[in-house]
């Protein structure tokens, strides 16, 4: 089953980089009585992902902060020291922007945001999408129809929704 807006979340846990290495992240934390911003990208480094859709979150972050969200998040499918070191590469660390792997797919699979697209090396992926999550609820979501393209999910166009 594919999320929808007015679904909850389900319970997911993800992982990132801390001062003293990977460290476990309840998604059900980051929510609980907060205004969230969810992207999600096929891979770090890929090229849409890393040139287009993590700057549109990284330009729009302060204009998000003015309309109350407490947290920008990129989830992409990959392990904990990938985000980190594409957090700090692009500058999305710097910009406060929180970078979560999902290196086993469970969160992307369980919201039926998964994908698989062997010839480019990509298997059990996230399809490109961006949502805005309160208290646990999916209040936007913008799902691309191409991997390869960041129309709908670019920060500028969820700022809208907010």
Request: aromatic letters at 6%.
């Amino acid at each position: 089953m594919t999320l929808s807006k007015g679904d909850k979340l389900p319970e997911a846990t993800l992982v990132q980089m801390g001062a003293e290495g990977p460290e476990q992240v309840a998604l059900a934390d980051k929510t609980k009585g907060r205004k969230v911003v969810i992207f999600a990208v096929p891979g770090a480094y890929t090229p849409t992902c890393h040139s287009a859709h993590v700057p549109s979150f990284i330009r729009t972050k302060d204009q998000f902060d003015a309309k109350g969200v407490d947290e920008i998040i990129c989830v992409s499918v990959n392990d904990p020291f990938v985000m980190g070191a594409w957090g700090e590469a692009t500058g999305a660390t710097k910009a406060g922007i929180t970078m979560l792997g999902d290196p086993e797919s469970g969160f992307t699979k369980a919201i039926g945001m998964d994908f698989t697209a062997p010839p480019a090396g990509l298997i059990a992926r996230s399809k490109r999408y961006a949502m805005v999550v309160e208290d646990g609820v999916v209040t936007a979501l913008h799902e691309e129809e191409n991997p390869g393209a960041c129309e709908v999910s670019a920060g500028e166009a969820l700022l809208e929704a907010v």
